[in-house]
């Protein structure tokens, strides 16, 4: 069976030979809790297979946005593919069961992580990237690239503390009303903290939700700042002949 996986993790099932109307209105079959979503925003057509899963946009506000490209008709999905409706995005998924994107547990080495992370649980070397108390949006890097993630916290204006982990890396991000703040990954600081975690497609990522006060190091606008991050990436991949 189709199914869309949030990036909180929570799965939407995509029964066969049916038809979804995405918005923010309550009489939609999915009801989308966005203020970046129109009242009827997109609607999804399942074929009676259940792996044909077409999306169209209906006249919204902000569009509809198929991996990153916003859509201008009738649009197939494939499996793994991001839709975004609205500031929400989901991870397209064919198979039978999805693996979820929560409750993943990562090698933590020797990282004192009460101090790098409060609220994440440590058990036996193993750190509890979600903590169901505490992380209140978190999911996979493969899925949701760090870009992406920001771009979705800076629509919504959340405010609090993204944590990346990475097999090489672990940053910190604070945004606060949607805007980045400042950012550390090791030594690097900032947009080079920014680069590097922009680049990792493996991994894991979750917000610690505050409004607490921070130093703001990072004055551009996140817009302006995820532009450049994407300028930044295209140039390094086409001077860097490994990639």
Not at 101 to 127: C, H, K, S
Request: proline share 2%; net charge negative.
């Amino acid at each position: 069976m189709a199914s869309l996986l949030t990036v909180a993790g929570s799965r939407i099932a995509l029964v066969s030979n049916r038809t979804y109307v995405f918005g923010r209105s309550q009489d939609c079959d999915v009801p989308v809790d966005d203020g970046m979503c129109s009242r009827e925003h997109a609607r999804i057509t399942v074929g009676t297979t259940g792996q044909t899963v077409v999306v169209e946009d209906m006249d919204s506000r902000n569009g509809t946005y198929v991996n990153s490209a916003r859509i201008t008709g009738r649009t197939l999905l494939t499996d793994g593919c991001r839709l975004q409706i609205g500031a929400t995005i989901y991870l397209l998924s064919l198979l039978e069961e999805p693996r979820a994107a929560q409750n993943v547990l990562l090698e933590t080495g020797t990282l004192a992580w009460d101090q790098f992370a409060p609220g994440i649980t440590r058990d036996r070397g193993v750190v509890r990237t979600v903590n169901q108390d505490k992380a209140e949006f978190s999911g996979q890097l493969a899925s949701f690239p760090v870009i992406d993630v920001l771009s979705i916290l800076n629509r919504a204006a959340r405010n609090g503390t993204l944590y990346v982990e990475t097999a090489e890396h672990r940053a910190r991000i604070e945004i606060r009303d949607g805007e980045i703040h400042n950012a550390v990954c090791g030594e690097a600081m900032d947009f080079d903290a920014l680069f590097i975690m922009s680049k990792e497609r493996s991994g894991f990522f979750w917000l610690i939700e505050s409004d607490a006060a921070c130093k703001r190091t990072m004055f551009g606008s996140t817009d302006h700042i995820l532009l450049d991050l994407c300028r930044t990436i295209d140039e390094d991949a086409a001077t860097d002949p490994t990639r």
